[in-house]
């Protein structure tokens, strides 16, 4: 078994011109929200931890060696198919998904009426089922830049195991 653990935070801003937020996309859900992430793609926070957790896993390059964000061909992309690399260098080397763990950290838009929309859209990029996925929601208790809605956060652990002929 291979353990791989992935965080990602992106600054949230108004959209232009008061700000550089795109929309708020995460987990490829458009939540509607006032501000958004700031990045080079579509600042999926969820998305991009998911990658990382999983090419961590599997000792590879991080997402933002694998897809640099100076690369034009990345300019608001959408983190979907950073996620799909990953889970294609999974396969490809033995591994599945034994289960994932996820902690999603912001003030505003409140997560949990989402989890399980996030839960389902995971599993399918995952290719496994949605009881081996777990999503939590937490506010930063309005301190600091996340609590005081300047940022969003994610925490994965994630755990792979050989595929079984
Ligand atoms: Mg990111």
Do not use: Q
């Amino acid at each position: 078994m291979r353990i791989g653990h992935g965080y990602d935070l992106h600054r949230l801003e108004p959209p232009p011109p008061e700000g550089s937020g795109r929309p708020f996309i995460l987990g490829g859900l458009n939540l509607e929200h006032p501000t958004g992430p700031v990045g080079h793609s579509d600042g999926d926070v969820l998305l991009h931890a998911v990658t990382d957790a999983i090419l961590g896993a599997l000792g590879e390059p991080d997402i933002g060696r694998l897809f640099p964000d100076d690369d034009p061909r990345h300019d608001g992309a959408d983190s979907a198919i950073f996620l799909e690399e990953a889970v294609r260098r999974m396969s490809a080397r033995g591994f599945t998904l034994g289960n994932i763990d996820i902690t999603i950290i912001c003030e505003r838009p409140r997560i949990s009426p989402h989890v399980d929309e996030l839960k389902s859209r995971l599993a399918g990029w995952l290719k496994t089922s949605v009881d081996r996925v777990n999503i939590k929601g937490k506010t930063h208790e309005k301190v600091d830049a996340v609590g005081e809605g300047r940022a969003i956060e994610a925490h994965v652990v994630i755990l792979l195991e050989p595929i079984r002929e």
